[in-house]
């Protein structure tokens, strides 16, 4: 996995409360067996009218924020179904760290599973970004995994919280699996006892 | 209980790490796994204990012609991709042909692989529909697949609980699904997120299997990490003969296992939600997400009913998509299809109250309406009761076993501004196909709505019993 230190971008705002993982990555894309190629369907069903034409009315379709990294949301972004195709989408669309008031449980730990940081922020200062995002061209961000810590060189400045182990394998890009093999003693001593206490498992 | 199935499942708590848990059993399709198979392959591992695992195909499998091709060449990749590899990796696989194929969260209980106590996890949100006999179950992503495949455990921050407790009887004509969209209209559909809902009350415990599988499937739809119903003499005895479930005396043993798992009534919870179910109707969902419901006997709501400026907005947006103008009364809808299927309420009690419905009588000329079960065994039970003839006799379309329009990855899906009663969970924006509109609804709400063509109340109705 790709590490996660301290991440300045273009800001991008959708300024919309429960983003559901079906409009961040519509089913009909979720067929590929591989883990890429996601990128270009994101917010499929909004992003194109008929025949691949770009809805201009679609505030990513705004040439202002093209090469945006970071996406600034609205409450409990990433709601509904488990697919990991949405992170993936998110991350090949370009985007590296999510700010919003709160997320879908599901989303935020599929996030960070794929290098990309979740960040919550208080539904005000979510606020304060995403108008300013709205409002002001070139608009960046910076988001410091290290100091936990969002600023936008305009005065913002707000601390956010984050799971230590999920902050160290972000920081570190550390495999997941990798860690855990690191306690596999202690799995076959897990079961060992359980079979025994257990019996039908 | 909640407590109880946690505290015997975690494995290690490692300074400065979430805990580990261990996982009893690991249900797999095809959308969510091919690239955890790759990711294992990729890294030279092997599954740590296939007999814990169960692979079966539903998300896009189609549900017409049975055996037949499968015309989507991507859809056919995935499955084939899955067959490869449960047999790569020696997972048990039951396939398209197979007797036991169906969703599966419908063939986990049915096989009696879901018992109570256990932790169950799978690539899927609506794994909360095991919760209904007492086990944990919640769904996962793809890394976290791969996780529980290499090392049979899941680094879980131990989520909060919330009871939700429902208080009174329930009132006749109405079922588990309007509970359960009554309380996450109550709840909001992020009203649960980091916590794990146990469902209590009177009217919980005088559920059916069925029922209480109904309501832990949406808890999820309040944004619940999972949810789950104590186990009881309703759970023991559904187990009881079940395939995968204990045999004999070890089945006796297993039941004074179970009953432990009960909640002690002085069990503290992190958050409570009553709901009063003298109150309750039949619900229709009017909006792009299942918080945003009515009941049958009320009307779209007003801009003006909203005080929180974003839930106007949200709504704003969601009567926009469904082509609703606020103030209509909910039986003044006019429907152009029908879905009676999904994990949520396609299992034979939901075909059984359906059927009642439409026995002795016709869709409505202007209605396309779809039976699909949610398994094979399912769908072969419902013929054996002579169903499918009531279902056909009215027109209604019979089909196999599989997802289909809860989510239209197969060819089953609604062409842009068809509206369709449906018994499944999501009435997000496109989710049933590009344009459609889904209002969500219990079975024996959505038949009648076929047979009227628009929504009507089936309390008004005679069911001759
Ligand atoms: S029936 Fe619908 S909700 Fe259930 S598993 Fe299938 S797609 Fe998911």
Redesign the interface.
């Known amino acids: 996995m790709e590490p996660f230190v301290k991440l300045t971008g273009l800001a991008a705002p959708l300024d919309?409360?429960?983003v559901?993982t079906?409009?961040i990555i519509?089913?009909?894309f979720?067929?590929?067996?591989?883990?890429t190629g996601f990128g270009e369907f994101a917010f499929f069903?909004w992003r194109y009218l008929e025949e691949g034409v770009p809805d201009p009315s679609f505030t990513l379709n705004d040439e202002r924020y093209r090469g945006a990294s970071i996406l600034i949301a609205?409450?409990?972004f990433g709601?509904?179904?488990?697919?990991?195709h949405a992170p993936w989408a998110l991350g090949e669309y370009g985007f590296r760290a999510i700010i919003a008031p709160?997320f879908?449980?599901?989303f935020r730990?599929?996030c960070m599973?794929?290098g990309m940081l979740p960040v919550e922020l208080s539904a005000v200062e979510v606020d304060r970004l995403m108008a300013r995002a709205l409002r002001e061209d070139g608009y960046r961000v910076t988001v410091d995994l290290e100091s936990q810590t969002v600023t936008d060189g305009w005065g913002f400045c707000a601390r956010f919280e984050i799971?230590?182990?999920r902050r160290?394998s972000l920081l570190q890009g550390l495999d997941?699996?990798g860690?855990?093999?690191e306690?596999?003693e202690?799995?076959d001593r897990?079961?060992a006892g359980?079979l025994a206490s257990?019996?039908?498992? | 209980m909640f407590q109880k199935i946690w505290d015997r499942h975690v494995?290690?708590e490692?300074e400065?790490?979430?805990p580990?848990l261990?996982i009893?059993l690991h249900l797999v399709h095809e959308?969510?796994s091919?690239?955890a198979f790759?990711g294992l392959r990729l890294?030279g591992?092997s599954v740590?204990r296939p007999e814990?695992t169960v692979a079966t195909v539903d998300?896009?499998v189609p549900t017409d012609l049975r055996p037949g091709p499968i015309t989507?060449a991507?859809?056919r990749?995935?499955i084939e991709?899955l067959r490869r590899n449960c047999e790569d990796f020696e997972v048990r696989l039951y396939d398209i042909e197979s007797p036991r194929q169906g969703i599966v969260h419908v063939i986990g209980p049915e096989l009696g692989y879901t018992q109570p106590g256990k932790t169950i996890v799978c690539?899927?949100?609506h794994t909360s529909t095991h919760g209904a006999f007492g086990a944990l179950a919640f769904?996962?992503?793809?890394?976290?697949v791969?996780?529980v495949l290499?090392?049979?455990?899941l680094?879980q921050?131990r989520p909060a609980t919330m009871e939700v407790r429902f208080e009174g009887e329930l009132p006749l004509g109405v079922s588990a699904k309007d509970m359960i969209l009554a309380a996450i209209g109550q709840m909001g559909?992020?009203g649960g997120?980091?916590h794990v809902l146990e469902y209590t009350g009177e009217s919980i415990r005088g559920l059916d299997m069925d029922g209480r599988m109904t309501v832990c499937n949406m808890s999820?739809e309040a944004?619940a990490?999972a949810g789950m119903i104590a186990p009881d003499e309703t759970t023991f005895e559904w187990l009881e003969g079940r395939p995968f479930s204990?045999k004999g005396g070890?089945f006796q043993e297993?039941v004074n296992?179970w009953r432990g798992l009960s909640t002690d009534c002085d069990a503290e919870f992190d958050a409570e939600v009553e709901i009063d179910c003298a109150a309750l109707e039949p619900y229709v969902s009017w909006g792009t997400?299942p918080g945003q419901s009515s009941k049958i006997t009320g009307s779209v709501p007003e801009l003006s009913d909203f005080e929180d400026a974003?839930d106007q907005?949200?709504a704003a947006?969601a009567l926009e998509y469904m082509g609703l103008v606020g103030g209509t009364p909910m039986q003044e809808i006019v429907i152009d299809r029908v879905f009676i299927g999904s994990c949520t309420n396609a299992r034979l009690e939901d075909l059984r109250s359906a059927a009642r419905v439409v026995r002795g009588r016709r869709a409505a000329p202007n209605v396309r309406a779809m039976v699909v079960p949610g398994s094979t065994a399912v769908k072969l039970q419902a013929e054996r009761e002579g169903l499918d003839e009531v279902f056909k006799d009215a027109g209604f379309e019979w089909r196999e076993a599989g997802c289909s329009m809860c989510?239209?990855?197969n060819p089953d899906i609604l062409a842009p501004g068809e509206r369709c009663a449906s018994t499944s969970n999501?009435n997000?924006?496109?989710?049933q196909g590009?344009g459609g509109r889904t209002h969500l609804l219990s079975p024996a709400m959505a038949a009648a709505a076929g047979v009227a063509g628009r929504f009507v109340d089936i309390r008004d109705w005679d069911l001759g019993d």
């Open positions: 919309r409360a429960n559901d079906d409009q519509p089913k009909q979720l067929k590929r067996i591989e883990r069903d609205g409450r409990n709601s509904g179904s488990s697919r990991e709160s879908g449980d599901i730990n599929n599973q794929n799971d230590p182990y160290d997941d699996i860690r855990t093999l306690l596999e202690a799995i897990f079961e359980f257990t019996g039908s498992y | 494995v290690a490692p400065g790490q979430p580990l261990y009893d959308v969510t091919p690239q790759d890294a591992r740590r814990l998300h896009n989507d991507i859809a990749n995935q991709a690539g899927d949100s769904g996962i992503g793809t890394s976290e791969e996780h290499a090392t049979q455990t680094r921050q559909v992020a997120v980091g999820i944004g990490r204990p070890e297993a296992v997400n974003a907005e949200n947006r989510l239209g990855m999501r997000f924006e496109g989710r590009k």
